[in-house]
T-cell receptor, first 114, second 112 residues
Framework: DTEVTQTPKHLVMGMTNKKSLKCEQH?????MYWYKQKAKKPPELMFV???????INESVPSRFSPECPNSSLLNLHLHALQPEDSALYLC?????????????FGPGTRLTVT | DAKTTQPNSMESNEEEPVHLPCNHS???????IHWYRQLPSQGPEYVIH???SNVNNRMASLAIAEDRKSSTLILHRATLRDAAVYYC?????????????FGQGTILTVHP
Protein backbone atom coordinates (compact mmCIF):
# COMPACT_ATOMS: atom_id res chain seq x y z
CA ASP A 1 0.00 0.00 0.00
CA THR A 2 1.68 3.22 -1.19
CA GLU A 3 -1.22 5.49 -0.43
CA VAL A 4 -1.36 8.72 1.54
CA THR A 5 -4.92 9.68 2.40
CA GLN A 6 -6.15 13.15 3.24
CA THR A 7 -9.46 14.26 4.69
CA PRO A 8 -11.52 16.17 3.96
CA LYS A 9 -11.18 16.56 0.18
CA HIS A 10 -12.75 20.01 0.29
CA LEU A 11 -13.22 22.45 3.17
CA VAL A 12 -14.90 25.83 3.32
CA MET A 13 -14.39 27.81 6.51
CA GLY A 14 -14.95 31.29 7.81
CA MET A 15 -12.19 33.46 9.21
CA THR A 16 -13.32 32.83 12.80
CA ASN A 17 -13.64 29.06 12.49
CA LYS A 18 -11.33 26.37 13.82
CA LYS A 19 -10.87 23.29 11.63
CA SER A 20 -8.36 20.50 11.15
CA LEU A 21 -6.91 18.69 8.15
CA LYS A 22 -5.95 15.05 8.54
CA CYS A 23 -3.33 12.96 6.76
CA GLU A 24 -2.67 9.25 7.20
CA GLN A 25 -0.17 6.73 5.83
CA HIS A 26 0.39 3.07 6.60
CA UNK A 27 3.70 2.56 4.83
CA UNK A 28 5.78 2.71 8.02
CA UNK A 29 7.24 6.04 6.93
CA UNK A 30 8.88 8.12 9.66
CA UNK A 31 8.95 11.50 7.87
CA MET A 32 5.79 13.46 7.06
CA TYR A 33 5.32 16.82 5.38
CA TRP A 34 2.77 19.57 4.83
CA TYR A 35 2.84 21.64 1.63
CA LYS A 36 0.68 24.53 0.45
CA GLN A 37 -0.08 25.01 -3.25
CA LYS A 38 -1.74 28.08 -4.69
CA ALA A 39 -3.41 27.90 -8.09
CA LYS A 40 -0.95 27.49 -10.99
CA LYS A 41 2.03 27.64 -8.61
CA PRO A 42 4.38 24.89 -7.39
CA PRO A 43 3.91 23.36 -3.94
CA GLU A 44 5.67 25.17 -1.08
CA LEU A 45 6.94 23.32 1.96
CA MET A 46 5.35 24.30 5.29
CA PHE A 47 6.42 21.71 7.89
CA VAL A 48 8.52 18.56 8.18
CA UNK A 49 8.08 15.96 10.91
CA UNK A 50 10.71 13.33 11.53
CA UNK A 51 10.01 10.50 14.00
CA UNK A 52 6.98 12.45 15.26
CA UNK A 53 9.06 15.53 16.06
CA UNK A 54 8.82 18.83 14.20
CA UNK A 55 12.12 19.32 12.42
CA ILE A 56 11.43 22.07 9.88
CA ASN A 57 8.99 24.99 10.11
CA GLU A 58 9.28 27.23 7.07
CA SER A 59 8.30 30.38 9.02
CA VAL A 60 4.62 29.49 8.74
CA PRO A 61 2.17 31.83 10.58
CA SER A 62 0.95 30.53 13.93
CA ARG A 63 -2.62 30.30 12.66
CA PHE A 64 -1.39 27.00 11.15
CA SER A 65 -0.56 24.49 13.87
CA PRO A 66 0.78 21.05 12.92
CA GLU A 67 0.54 17.95 15.08
CA CYS A 68 1.90 14.44 14.69
CA PRO A 69 0.10 12.22 17.26
CA ASN A 70 1.77 9.03 16.02
CA SER A 71 3.94 7.79 13.17
CA SER A 72 0.97 7.23 10.84
CA LEU A 73 -1.00 10.39 11.39
CA LEU A 74 -0.39 14.07 10.70
CA ASN A 75 -2.83 16.87 11.44
CA LEU A 76 -2.89 20.54 10.50
CA HIS A 77 -5.01 22.68 12.83
CA LEU A 78 -6.38 25.87 11.33
CA HIS A 79 -7.55 28.93 13.27
CA ALA A 80 -8.35 32.51 12.28
CA LEU A 81 -7.31 32.02 8.68
CA GLN A 82 -7.34 34.73 6.04
CA PRO A 83 -8.86 34.51 2.54
CA GLU A 84 -5.31 34.44 1.10
CA ASP A 85 -4.80 31.11 2.89
CA SER A 86 -7.19 29.50 0.40
CA ALA A 87 -5.13 26.86 -1.38
CA LEU A 88 -4.58 23.13 -1.91
CA TYR A 89 -2.92 21.63 1.17
CA LEU A 90 -0.83 18.58 0.38
CA CYS A 91 0.50 15.99 2.76
CA UNK A 92 3.44 13.72 1.92
CA UNK A 93 5.47 11.01 3.58
CA UNK A 94 8.82 9.33 3.03
CA UNK A 95 10.75 6.52 4.64
CA UNK A 96 12.92 9.09 6.41
CA UNK A 97 14.22 12.61 5.77
CA UNK A 98 17.18 11.48 3.73
CA UNK A 99 17.90 13.18 0.42
CA UNK A 100 17.59 10.00 -1.70
CA UNK A 101 14.15 9.15 -0.34
CA UNK A 102 11.13 9.66 -2.57
CA UNK A 103 8.08 11.38 -1.13
CA UNK A 104 4.58 10.02 -1.57
CA PHE A 105 1.91 12.68 -1.82
CA GLY A 106 -1.77 12.59 -0.96
CA PRO A 107 -4.43 14.09 -3.24
CA GLY A 108 -4.69 17.21 -1.08
CA THR A 109 -7.41 19.15 0.72
CA ARG A 110 -8.78 22.12 -1.19
CA LEU A 111 -9.39 24.85 1.38
CA THR A 112 -11.50 27.93 0.80
CA VAL A 113 -11.53 30.67 3.44
CA THR A 114 -14.51 33.01 3.24
CA ASP B 1 18.88 25.89 -1.83
CA ALA B 2 20.43 25.24 -5.23
CA LYS B 3 18.12 26.37 -8.02
CA THR B 4 16.89 24.54 -11.11
CA THR B 5 15.85 26.03 -14.45
CA GLN B 6 13.34 24.33 -16.74
CA PRO B 7 11.49 25.41 -19.89
CA ASN B 8 8.00 26.68 -19.10
CA SER B 9 6.33 24.29 -21.53
CA MET B 10 6.99 21.53 -24.04
CA GLU B 11 4.85 19.61 -26.49
CA SER B 12 5.04 16.06 -27.75
CA ASN B 13 3.08 13.63 -29.85
CA GLU B 14 1.72 10.40 -28.44
CA GLU B 15 4.09 7.40 -28.65
CA GLU B 16 7.12 9.62 -29.34
CA PRO B 17 10.02 10.04 -26.90
CA VAL B 18 10.14 13.19 -24.78
CA HIS B 19 13.31 14.78 -23.41
CA LEU B 20 12.69 17.23 -20.58
CA PRO B 21 15.81 19.31 -19.75
CA CYS B 22 16.82 20.80 -16.42
CA ASN B 23 19.75 23.09 -15.63
CA HIS B 24 21.22 23.15 -12.14
CA SER B 25 24.57 24.88 -12.47
CA UNK B 26 24.95 25.54 -8.70
CA UNK B 27 24.44 21.91 -7.68
CA UNK B 28 26.65 20.72 -4.83
CA UNK B 29 28.35 17.37 -4.56
CA UNK B 30 25.76 15.91 -2.17
CA UNK B 31 22.62 17.15 -3.92
CA UNK B 32 20.34 14.47 -5.33
CA ILE B 33 18.40 15.25 -8.53
CA HIS B 34 14.73 14.35 -8.17
CA TRP B 35 11.91 14.51 -10.70
CA TYR B 36 8.25 14.65 -9.76
CA ARG B 37 5.20 15.23 -11.90
CA GLN B 38 1.77 16.56 -11.09
CA LEU B 39 -1.22 15.51 -13.14
CA PRO B 40 -4.24 17.83 -13.19
CA SER B 41 -6.16 17.83 -9.90
CA GLN B 42 -3.73 15.41 -8.23
CA GLY B 43 -0.85 15.57 -5.77
CA PRO B 44 2.70 15.35 -7.10
CA GLU B 45 3.98 11.91 -8.03
CA TYR B 46 7.59 10.72 -7.73
CA VAL B 47 9.15 9.85 -11.08
CA ILE B 48 12.86 9.18 -10.61
CA HIS B 49 16.00 10.39 -8.86
CA UNK B 50 19.76 10.10 -9.20
CA UNK B 51 23.08 11.37 -7.88
CA UNK B 52 25.78 10.89 -10.50
CA SER B 53 24.93 7.95 -12.75
CA ASN B 54 22.12 7.62 -15.26
CA VAL B 55 19.06 5.86 -13.85
CA ASN B 56 16.22 3.87 -15.35
CA ASN B 57 12.93 2.77 -13.85
CA ARG B 58 9.57 1.64 -15.18
CA MET B 59 8.37 5.22 -15.66
CA ALA B 60 11.36 7.02 -17.16
CA SER B 61 15.11 7.41 -17.54
CA LEU B 62 17.29 10.11 -16.03
CA ALA B 63 20.40 11.20 -17.86
CA ILE B 64 22.83 13.24 -15.75
CA ALA B 65 25.60 15.28 -17.35
CA GLU B 66 29.14 14.38 -16.38
CA ASP B 67 29.63 17.72 -14.58
CA ARG B 68 26.16 17.31 -12.98
CA LYS B 69 25.18 20.84 -13.99
CA SER B 70 22.26 19.57 -16.06
CA SER B 71 20.02 16.56 -16.40
CA THR B 72 17.35 15.24 -18.75
CA LEU B 73 14.23 13.27 -17.94
CA ILE B 74 13.39 10.90 -20.76
CA LEU B 75 9.92 9.47 -21.31
CA HIS B 76 10.49 6.78 -23.89
CA ARG B 77 6.99 6.69 -25.40
CA ALA B 78 4.70 9.51 -24.33
CA THR B 79 1.05 8.72 -23.65
CA LEU B 80 -1.84 11.09 -23.07
CA ARG B 81 -1.59 10.18 -19.38
CA ASP B 82 1.90 11.72 -19.27
CA ALA B 83 0.48 15.23 -19.76
CA ALA B 84 1.44 16.93 -16.50
CA VAL B 85 3.70 19.51 -14.88
CA TYR B 86 7.20 18.04 -14.46
CA TYR B 87 9.35 19.34 -11.64
CA CYS B 88 13.13 18.96 -11.45
CA UNK B 89 14.24 19.35 -7.83
CA UNK B 90 17.55 19.23 -5.99
CA UNK B 91 17.44 17.62 -2.55
CA UNK B 92 20.21 18.59 -0.20
CA UNK B 93 21.49 17.22 3.06
CA UNK B 94 22.86 19.32 5.92
CA UNK B 95 20.53 21.82 7.58
CA UNK B 96 18.11 21.58 4.66
CA UNK B 97 17.78 17.86 5.31
CA UNK B 98 14.34 16.75 4.16
CA UNK B 99 13.38 19.81 2.15
CA UNK B 100 11.92 19.43 -1.31
CA UNK B 101 11.93 22.86 -2.98
CA PHE B 102 9.84 22.88 -6.14
CA GLY B 103 10.71 25.19 -9.04
CA GLN B 104 8.20 26.39 -11.61
CA GLY B 105 8.29 23.14 -13.60
CA THR B 106 7.63 22.30 -17.25
CA ILE B 107 4.08 21.88 -18.51
CA LEU B 108 4.10 18.91 -20.89
CA THR B 109 1.32 18.71 -23.47
CA VAL B 110 0.91 15.41 -25.33
CA HIS B 111 -0.99 15.47 -28.62
CA PRO B 112 -2.91 12.40 -29.88
Amino acid sequence: DTEVTQTPKHLVMGMTNKKSLKCEQHMGHRAMYWYKQKAKKPPELMFVYSYEKLSINESVPSRFSPECPNSSLLNLHLHALQPEDSALYLCASSQDRGAPREQYFGPGTRLTVT
Amino acid sequence: DAKTTQPNSMESNEEEPVHLPCNHSTISGTDYIHWYRQLPSQGPEYVIHGLTSNVNNRMASLAIAEDRKSSTLILHRATLRDAAVYYCILRAGGTSYGKLTFGQGTILTVHP
